[in-house]
């Protein structure tokens, strides 16, 4: 029997454990979980010092042997989530409460569902939760919110008393199309004709798209989605999260993980949307314009995204946070999970009470997105 105690280190950068070693916990490819991923956003200052995320990656170990990984921060505000925790702020310091720092484990700018907990035996689950709890006093903090996560880890972190929520996403399934048309057939008469029009109309103007991965995205590319992403950033949220650096180290490392989709008019770029994948999932993250075409935001990251995947087999579409126009261009309502555990027991309580109101009114909101899809009954 091995006697050696099982600790919970704190790694203080991604850099504190190798790449390789990092990635064999990563499972399917999934590229935001990536070390490469991870390391891009250290190295280029988008997070860390005076950004209100500071790494604190979480590591379960037997000696020198690594048995569990987690992507953790340090946060002072509650912005770059996606799952909105302002109103619980606000309340608890209008109570004379402190909700920041907290602890999230998450992958920062991207509400993108996947794996949190990454182990080496799901034996490991158990005693990696409570470690993690454990850090919120460690810490001292008001808490740590799981987010993005899992239903089988959701479903994990609650046994540990976690309080759960739930959200929904619109993703497209590859239900056995070969073509774009055999999806298209999937449709009611209306949808198909109105998809079929929404594509027309978006390149009718001259304008022709690119799809570029691997070798094949320059820093001129770069550039270009990079003015698409700062004015689409500034208006949704004031300041952009990510710089040109981060876009640069991204390419060089991920390459061949990033789907690339530009729009262009003659020589000139005019609109873009970054895509990546894993083994079998493209993931929608990042759009912008340069003019105001109808329905080329639909056309990059909607429907050459289904264009993608069928060419290359994979499975699913995830087009990121929102957006329940997706409905009817093909992309169907999935839960989303978090998870979030509150050191202080009158929050606790306050939150634990709007949760489970809160996950009635969602669910009942997803069934009646279900009845709402643009498939043909029956």
Not at 92 to 113: D, H, I, N, T
Not at 194 to 205: M, Q
Request: a negative charge.
């Amino acid at each position: 029997m091995d006697e050696r105690p099982v600790t919970l280190e704190i790694l203080q950068g991604i850099a504190g454990i190798a790449a390789p070693d990092w990635d064999s916990f990563v499972p399917g490819g999934h590229p935001f979980l990536k070390h490469a991923f991870l390391a891009s956003l250290e190295e280029s200052g988008a997070i860390g010092e005076g950004t209100g995320w500071q790494p604190c990656h979480a590591r379960l170990a037997l000696g020198e042997e690594t048995l569990s990984l987690a992507p953790l921060y340090l946060k002072s505000h509650s912005q770059g989530e996606y799952v909105f925790d302002h109103g619980w702020a606000a309340a608890y310091e209008r109570a004379g409460g402190r909700y920041y720092p907290k602890l999230q484990l998450s992958v920062p700018f991207s509400p993108v569902p996947g794996p949190r907990l990454l182990m080496k035996s799901e034996a490991y689950t158990r005693p990696f939760i409570e470690g993690l709890k454990e850090m919120t006093a460690r810490f001292g903090v008001s808490g740590l919110h799981v987010t993005f996560c899992r239903k089988d880890e959701w479903e994990a972190l609650g046994a540990a008393g976690f309080l759960l929520r739930i959200d929904h996403q619109f993703h497209w399934q590859n239900e056995g199309y070969g073509t774009f048309e055999e999806f298209l057939a999937a449709l009611s008469s209306a949808r198909r004709k109105t998809i079929r029009r929404e594509r027309r109309d978006a390149l009718s103007s001259g304008i022709a798209v690119e799809t570029l991965t691997g070798p094949a995205i320059t820093e001129a590319h770069w550039d270009a989605l990079y003015a698409f992403y700062v004015d689409t950033g500034s208006r949704k949220w004031g300041r952009p999260y990510l710089n040109r650096q981060f876009f640069s180290l991204l390419g060089e490392r991920m390459a061949d993980d990033i789907v690339l989709m530009l729009a262009r008019r003659g020589r000139r770029y005019i609109a873009g949307a970054l895509h990546m994948k894993s083994d079998d999932t493209l993931y929608g993250r990042y759009w912008g314009c340069m003019e105001d075409v109808p329905f080329l935001h639909f056309e990059l990251c909607y429907y050459q995204a289904i264009d993608y995947a069928l060419a290359n087999g994979l499975s699913r579409v995830e087009a990121g946070a929102q957006g329940t126009h997706k409905l009817a261009r093909g992309y169907l309502p999935v839960e989303t999970y978090s998870a979030h555990w509150i050191a202080d027991p009158a929050l606790r309580q306050a939150i634990a009470n709007y949760l489970a109101e809160e996950r009635r009114h969602v669910r009942a909101e997803g069934e009646d997105l279900k009845e709402m899809a643009p498939f043909r009954k029956g």
